[in-house]
């Protein structure tokens, strides 16, 4: 057994630090349908690449499919601190499918 008496030397450090210039993104999908033989499918895919120049570019993608007795779906999306962002989405349904995407493109420069 060690018993160690004297930790001074340790120094504190917080738990949070601000970063600045940070991005987020989060894409979230959701779908439901009820009855014998229903389908649902969610996908959501994001990625980045920053350059050497600092540039950060984030392609993202989200799917919700729900096929059966009243069918749900529902996409949704957040970004924060990106200087330019393009975000397309379409629903299409009917009386036992529904359809939803979200497709973002976004750039974030130093």
Same mark, same amino acid.
């Given at each position: 057994?060690?018993?160690? $008496?004297?930790? %001074?030397?340790? &120094? ?9 210039? *940070?991005?987020? #993104?989060? @894409? ?16 959501? $895919?994001?990625? %980045?690449?920053? &350059? ?9 993608? *989200?799917?919700? #499919?729900? @096929? ?43």
């Amino acid at each position: 057994m060690m018993l160690i $008496n004297d930790l %001074s030397y340790l &120094k504190n450090t917080q738990e949070n630090d601000l970063i600045f210039g *940070g991005a987020d #993104i989060f @894409i979230v999908a959701n779908a439901t349908a009820g009855g014998n033989n229903s389908l649902t499918l969610t996908d959501v $895919n994001i990625d %980045s690449t920053t &350059k050497k120049n600092g540039v950060s570019k984030v392609t993202g993608t *989200g799917l919700a #499919i729900a @096929i059966g007795e009243d069918p749900t779906v529902d996409t949704d999306y957040g970004l924060e601190g990106f200087d330019r962002a393009k975000v397309k989405t379409r629903y299409r349904g009917g009386d036992n499918y529904a359809i939803e995407t979200v497709r973002i493109k976004a750039t974030d420069r130093p």
